[in-house]
């Protein structure tokens, strides 16, 4: 079975921090991962996206992750984080060929002004 | 361009009570379809989903169920709700190649069972 692992539930940070947002996935076949960000009050939004190729990936916002095949990760990354990006991170994964698409339980992240 | 929508978006019901979500997809025609619950510190868990007409799948046993009337509408229902229903509901439909797929989520709904 799938299953996703979001080892941080809270990060707080200032801005113009670094960021990076871990995820583990477990899965022992080809997978796709995306990662979704639910701004307060907002519904659930593509971040970005990786399905092949280059594993370094790059979303909106300045946001990018990079798929590790060997440690079965996707950690999601921006190098300078503003107070706007203040959301709640969802890591997702979803085995080739499977309907499921199976979450983590999410990061809220607070930047501080 | 393809839009996903949810009525009601807030819902205050008392236990014991019949529930029925809509969810509507425009843009598209025979989207997979999906039901999610999301729970503070839970991520979202998939209830249901649909690959056409008629055609449910359930992820989980539960109070709750799907149905699926019309290409472009899934509807999620309760003949009595309880309290352990509370949460944020969210509709999705998968866009996208063989392979390549990805869902794209409408605005949710919050339920409160009182």
């Known amino acids: 079975a799938q299953s996703v692992s979001q080892h941080n539930h809270h990060v707080i940070l200032s801005e113009a921090a670094s960021l990076e947002l871990g995820c583990n996935y477990s899965?022992?076949?080809?997978?796709?991962l995306f990662w979704y960000v639910q701004y307060p009050g907002q519904h659930l939004q593509l971040l970005l996206k990786?399905?092949?190729?280059?594993?370094l990936v790059k979303g909106i916002k300045g946001f990018e992750a990079e798929f590790i095949k060997s440690k079965f990760s996707f950690n999601l990354r921006k190098p300078s984080v503003q107070w706007s990006d203040t959301a709640e991170y969802f890591c997702a994964v979803v085995g080739t060929g499977f309907q499921k698409l199976v979450f983590g339980t999410g990061t809220r992240l607070l930047v501080s002004p | 361009s393809q839009t996903i929508h949810q009525w009601p978006a807030t819902l205050v019901q008392p236990v014991g009570s019949p529930l029925s979500l809509e969810c509507t997809v425009e843009g598209t025609s025979n989207p997979n379809l999906y039901w999610y619950r999301q729970a503070a510190g839970r991520g979202l868990q998939l209830l249901f989903y649909s690959v056409g007409i008629g055609q449910i799948s359930s992820e989980v046993p539960q109070n709750l169920s799907a149905s699926r009337p019309q290409d472009r509408q899934f509807i999620l229902s309760s003949k009595k709700l309880l309290l352990s229903d509370s949460g944020f509901y969210l509709c999705?439909?998968?866009?996208?190649?063989?392979?390549?797929?990805?869902?794209?989520f409408g605005p949710g709904t919050r339920l409160l069972v009182l």
């Open positions: 899965y022992g076949g080809t997978v796709n």
């Open positions: 990786y399905f092949s190729g280059d594993p």
């Open positions: 999705a439909w998968r866009a996208g190649l063989l392979g390549r797929e990805t869902q794209y």
